[in-house]
Every structure is written in C-alpha cells, then in structure tokens.
C-alpha cells in the first residue's frame, strides 16, 4: 500500500505562487507516473500536471507556462511549483500515483488552493 501526503497549499492573490509538495511511501513499484489533479465545487476532477521522468511530463492547457511539476526519485517526491495563480485556479488538489506493476492508483488525502481577486 501506497500513502501519499501533499502540503502547501493556502490562500495567495492572484498573480502570486504557491508550491505542492506530495511525500509517497510504502512499497512504491517502478516505473511510476505521479501527478496532480484538482476538482474545483461543483466541477469534475481534472489533471493538471503528471510526470513520468524529467522528459516526460504532462500539463493541462490551461496551466501551461505557469506551473511546473517535477520530482525527486531518492526521496520519493513530486513538486508542483505554480505562479502567475488565477483565480480560476482555487480548487482543491490531489497528489496521485500510479504504477503498472501492481496496477495501483493512489490519492492523497487534497490540499486546498484559493486564490484571490
């Protein structure tokens, strides 16, 4: 079993940054994807960002140019850096990981991200 942890969230203004991080433990296969996804009131949960490897990465349209996500193997870790925030980005978000392996789909517990007009 796979435990995943996000912190970072918080309140900012617009035009400003706020940075995820997400810890994940347990017995993690390989090769893993890890990601973010965020689910605003009212609306579907989206993907914002996943990455494979540093090569490999995805990003929803919307957030292109102004979140970067990437992640640190060695410590089992995936970052979102997010600037330039609209309002529009207040949701909250959730660190995923899923490994072929095992075919294990794991979500962290959310993280709230307002920002303000």
């Known amino acids: 079993q796979v435990q995943l942890v996000e912190s970072g969230g918080g309140l900012v203004q617009a035009g400003g940054s706020l940075r995820l991080s997400c810890a994940a433990s347990g017995i993690i296969f390989s090769p893993n994807v890890m990601g973010w996804y965020r689910q605003a009131p009212g609306k579907q949960r989206e993907l914002v960002a996943s990455?494979?490897?540093?090569?490999?990465?995805t990003y929803a349209d919307s957030v292109k140019g102004r979140f970067t996500i990437s992640r640190d193997n060695a410590k089992n870790m995936v970052n979102l850096q997010m600037n330039s925030l609209k309002p529009e980005d207040t949701a909250v978000y959730y660190c995923?990981?899923?490994?072929?392996?095992?075919?294990?789909?794991?979500w962290g517990q959310g993280t709230q991200v307002t920002v303000s007009s």
């Open positions: 990455i494979l490897r540093e090569d490999s990465t």
């Open positions: 995923n990981l899923h490994s072929w392996l095992d075919r294990g789909d794991y």
